[in-house]
Nanobody
């Protein structure tokens, strides 16, 4: 198993930046495909970004392309989500997730086996 703890959320003005961090503990971090999801009040959880085991491949939902960057440091058992040019509609609870068995569907929440507790991102206009 792997335990995930997110941090870095907070309140930011529209146009600002935040960097979310997900620290993993447990089994070998590099064995996990990692993803970020978010859930706004009254909405379903949605895919934001994902990164392959080595970090060479990344995936983004269209609404964050060019603004968000996912990265990982396997030596530190950490995955990051750098969020720039934040918009009011980016406000949500952001969750880190780990996928232990690749099924070719990095954008599907059901592909992920382990989840963090979430970190709140609030964007003011």
């Amino acid at each position: 198993q792997v335990q995930l703890v997110e941090s870095g959320g907070g309140l930011v003005q529209a146009g600002g930046s935040l960097r979310l961090t997900c620290a993993a503990s447990g089994r070998t971090f590099s064995n996990y495909f990692m993803g970020w999801f978010r859930q706004a009040p009254g909405k379903e959880r949605e895919f934001v970004a994902a990164i392959s085991w080595s970090g060479l491949s990344t995936y983004y939902t269209d609404s964050v392309k060019g603004r968000f960057t996912i990265s990982r440091d396997n030596a530190k058992n950490t995955v990051y989500l750098q969020m720039n040019s934040l918009k009011v509609e980016d406000a949500a609870v952001y969750y880190c997730a780990a996928d232990s068995e690749w099924d070719g569907k990095p954008r599907s929440a059901t592909s992920y086996d382990y989840w963090g507790q979430g970190t709140q991102v609030t964007v003011s206009s």
